[in-house]
């Protein structure tokens, strides 16, 4: 995990990003990894999203605010930093610590700077393999987003039939930044540091987050072992 002040920084800069990238491009461009989805529909689903994490923080809410409905703005990148700085406004107002509803067990601010991170992130991504741009990310910040990914999983999927087994085990591995292993045991699936592995996948570490969140083909991985068991996985854990 990174710290708070981290992923204010970067909720401001991946937003910043996502803005430059999408300026003066047709909004009306299928975004192809949302599907059904436009870049105008991308904007406004970040933009309304770090207005939601904004007023669950500013209420310092205890139960789910439903969000609301963000119409399509003038200038969408001008949009884009103006939702953004009113999250991070509000976040460094806060501090990690104040309790904030959230839909898993970590109930904080500090919960929604990661998420809202992450979120971004991996939007700025589909914007970007939308419009054919590069897309690069400190390597830090992307295992923070794989790691955040696979949690994620754990806590809203956890349950599902399809995720439970009699001890799989997977590797994803990024040389040289880190590895992470899911058990899929017979209550549901959970992290085995160190276990021995059953397939194994591996890349640069941003291709291997943009794989495990089916933004890129598993082609771009080297995998090894059972490939159908990171199939079953890839094909059960869309958030």
């Not at 047709?26 to 939601?52: E, F, I």
């Not at 700025?124 to 830090?140: E, K, S, T, V």
Request: aromatic share 6%; proline share 7%.
């Amino acid at each position: 995990m990174l710290t708070f002040d981290r992923y204010r920084t970067e909720i401001a800069a991946q937003t910043d990003a996502l803005a430059d990238t999408i300026a003066g491009s047709d909004l009306a461009l299928a975004v192809p990894t949302c599907p059904r989805w436009n870049l105008d529909k991308l904007v406004r689903h970040v933009g309304g999203a770090h207005l939601w994490a904004a007023t669950l923080v500013e209420r310092r809410a205890t139960e789910f605010l439903k969000p609301e409905r963000q119409e399509s703005p003038d200038d969408h990148p001008a949009y884009l930093r103006e939702c953004a700085a009113r999250l991070v406004a509000v976040l460094g107002e806060a501090g990690p610590e104040v309790p904030v509803w959230t839909w898993t067990d970590e109930r904080s601010a500090g919960y929604w700077a990661r998420r809202m991170t992450h979120e971004t992130v991996v939007h700025r991504a589909d914007a970007c393999l939308a419009l054919g741009r590069p897309y690069d990310l400190a390597p830090d910040l992307a295992a923070d987003a794989l790691t955040e990914a696979l949690e994620m999983v754990l806590a809203l999927r956890g349950n599902e039939e399809a995720l439970r087994g009699s001890g799989e085990t997977l590797r994803f591995h990024a040389p040289g930044t880190g590895e992470w292993q899911v058990r899929l045991a017979p209550a549901g699936p959970e992290l085995a540091p160190g276990a021995a592995a059953d397939v194994t996948a591996s890349g640069p570490v941003t291709d291997l987050l943009l794989a495990l969140l089916r933004r890129l083909p598993p082609d771009r991985l080297k995998v090894s072992g059972r490939d159908d068991l990171l199939d079953r996985w890839l094909a059960n854990t869309s958030l």
